[in-house]
């Protein structure tokens, strides 16, 4: 069974960090393309980076470029976003999916950023 | 970037009732594009990928159509189960766009 669990979510204060990781199960996470996808609270999905299979290539929507990194350690079938110089505009659930027809996706991982 | 303009933002509409959802590309993304379902306080599920494929599992009761720029999701006769938000998302290029959502309820 294919499986994304997200963690590393919570309260942070503007201007921190945080990192979330996405571990990976059921499928040869190396194969595979994957992404982040935010939704604010009671707003609509928003696409936040991807990173292509082999880590070579990643992009981002312009609001955090700079400020967000994906990254992925295929060893551990793990991906990675860290989130730098937090903004309240940040605020919500972050989701980690499988790309291509983004055919899996975790559960959601809250991130809240408030003083 | 594309922009998805998608509509209608909310609707009501009976059990057993035809629905469609549509959203409009701004540029041309073929058929790149992936229909999602989301309940409350879970994660979005995919319904219809490139535009006209239903995804595993998916009821025969949808369906997605496009021409030319606008593409549709049709829920040939609702369910109390399909109560739920829907999105369309472009992935011809980057970044990624989603449009802005369809909240469907039951009459």
């Known amino acids: 069974e294919v499986q994304l669990v997200e963690s590393g979510g919570g309260l942070v204060q503007p201007g921190r960090s945080m990192k979330l990781s996405c571990a990976a199960s059921g499928f040869t996470f190396n194969n595979y393309d994957m992404a982040w996808v935010c939704q604010a609270p009671k707003k609509g999905l928003e696409w936040v980076a991807t990173i292509s299979y082999d880590g070579s290539s990643t992009y981002y929507r312009d609001s955090v470029k700079g400020r967000f990194t994906i990254s992925r350690d295929n060893a551990k079938s793990t991906l990675y976003l860290q989130m730098d110089s937090l903004r309240s505009e940040d605020t919500a659930t972050y989701y980690c999916?499988?790309?291509?027809?983004?055919?899996?996706w975790g559960q959601g991982a809250s991130v809240t950023v408030s003083s | 970037d594309i922009q998805m303009t998608q509509s209608p933002s909310s609707m009501s509409a009976s059990l057993g009732d035809r629905v469609t959802i549509t959203c409009q590309a701004s540029?041309?993304?073929?058929?790149?594009l992936i229909w999602f379902q989301q309940k409350p306080g879970k994660s979005p599920r995919p319904m219809i990928y490139y535009a006209t494929n239903l995804a595993n599992g998916v009821p025969s009761r949808f369906s997605g159509s496009r021409s030319g720029s606008d593409y549709s999701l049709t829920i040939s006769s609702l369910e109390s189960e399909d109560m739920a938000d829907y999105h369309c998302l472009q992935y011809k290029q980057y970044p990624l766009t989603f449009g802005s959502g369809t909240k469907l309820e039951i009459k």
């Open positions: 999916a499988r790309h291509g027809v983004m055919d899996a």
């Open positions: 540029q041309d993304i073929g058929n790149n």
